[in-house]
T-cell receptor, first 114, second 117 residues
Framework: LAKTTQPISMDSYEGQEVNITCSHN???????ITWYQQFPSQGPRFIIQ???TKVTNEVASLFIPADRKSSTLSLPRVSLSDTAVYYCLVGDLAPASNTGKLIFGQGTTLQVKP | GEEVAQTPKHLVRGEGQKAKLYCAPIKGHSYVFWYQQVLKNEFKFLIS????????ETGMPKERFSAKCLPNSPCSLEIQATKLEDSAVYFC???????????????FGDGTRLSIL
C-alpha cells in the first residue's frame, strides 16, 4: 500500500466546509483512494472511494487531480457530529491482490466547534 | 445481519488469563479481518480469513494468539496467557466476495475493549 501523509489535526466551525488533503506520491496504477471515518468508541466507517477526477455521495466529495498524487476529502457544512478521525488509505485493496489488509496511518483528527 | 457484531463490548482479564473475543460478520461476506488498535489512532492488522480459511496471518503473534472462523459460528480471536500489553481495542471487519474488478470497502464492528489488569 502506498504511504500517505495527511494533517494530524484540523479545527473547524459548524456550517463550514472542511477539506482534508492527503498526499500519496507513490500511488500505483491499480490503486484506489479510500477514506474512512472513526468516531470515538466505534469502528472505522467507509466514507468514500475514488480512482480519478471527482466522486460525490450523500456524505462527502472526493477530488482527485489528474496526476493522482494527492486527494482531497470535502465535507460540506460540517456539524458537531462530524468530529472524528478521518483516515486516507491508498492501495489496491482487493483481497486477491493485497490480501485485503488495511494499513491505517495516523489519520486527521477533525474537531468541529460550535 | 447487516452489521458486524462484536462481543463482548468490554472484557476485563487478569494478567495470565485467557481472553476470547467474538465476531459475527455481515451475512454473505466472504472475508473477515481482525485489527488491534492500541494507541488512539494506530491500527495493527492481525489476521484475515476467506470463509473458514486463514487468508493472511502475517500480523499474528502466534505464540499466544489464535483465531478461527468456522461455518455457522461467529469468528473468534483467542489470547492465551494475556499480558498487560494486550490491552487494546480489537476490531473485526468483513467484506463481500472479491469480484476482482473493484475495491470492496471493509465493514467494521464497534470493537471489543480488552483490559488486562
Amino acid at each position: 500500500l502506498a504511504k500517505t501523509t495527511q494533517p494530524i489535526s484540523m479545527d473547524s466551525y459548524e456550517g463550514q466546509e472542511v477539506n482534508i488533503t492527503c498526499s500519496h506520491n507513490n500511488i500505483a496504477t491499480n490503486d484506489y483512494i479510500t477514506w474512512y471515518q472513526q468516531f470515538p468508541s466505534q469502528g472505522p466507517r467507509f466514507i468514500i472511494q475514488g480512482y480519478k477526477t471527482k466522486v460525490t455521495n450523500e456524505v462527502a466529495s472526493l477530488f482527485i487531480p489528474a496526476d493522482r498524487k494527492s486527494s482531497t476529502l470535502s465535507l460540506p457544512r460540517v456539524s458537531l457530529s462530524d468530529t472524528a478521525v478521518y483516515y486516507c488509505l491508498v492501495g489496491d485493496l482487493a483481497p486477491a491482490s493485497n490480501t485485503g489488509k488495511l494499513i491505517f496511518g495516523q489519520g486527521t483528527t477533525l474537531q468541529v466547534k460550535p | 445481519g447487516e452489521e458486524v457484531a462484536q462481543t463482548p463490548k468490554h472484557l476485563v482479564r487478569g494478567e495470565g488469563q485467557k481472553a476470547k473475543l467474538y465476531c459475527a460478520p455481515i451475512k454473505g461476506h466472504s472475508y473477515v479481518f481482525w485489527y488491534q488498535q492500541v494507541l488512539k489512532n494506530e491500527f495493527k492488522f492481525l489476521i484475515s480469513f476467506q470463509n473458514e480459511n486463514v487468508f493472511d496471518e502475517t500480523g499474528m503473534p502466534k505464540e499466544r494468539f489464535s483465531a478461527k472462523c468456522l461455518p455457522n459460528s461467529p469468528c473468534s480471536l483467542e489470547i492465551q496467557a494475556t499480558k498487560l500489553e494486550d490491552s487494546a481495542v480489537y476490531f473485526c471487519a468483513s467484506s463481500p466476495p472479491d469480484r476482482g474488478y473493484s475495491n470492496q470497502p471493509q465493514h467494521f464492528g464497534d470493537g471489543t475493549r480488552l483490559s488486562i489488569l
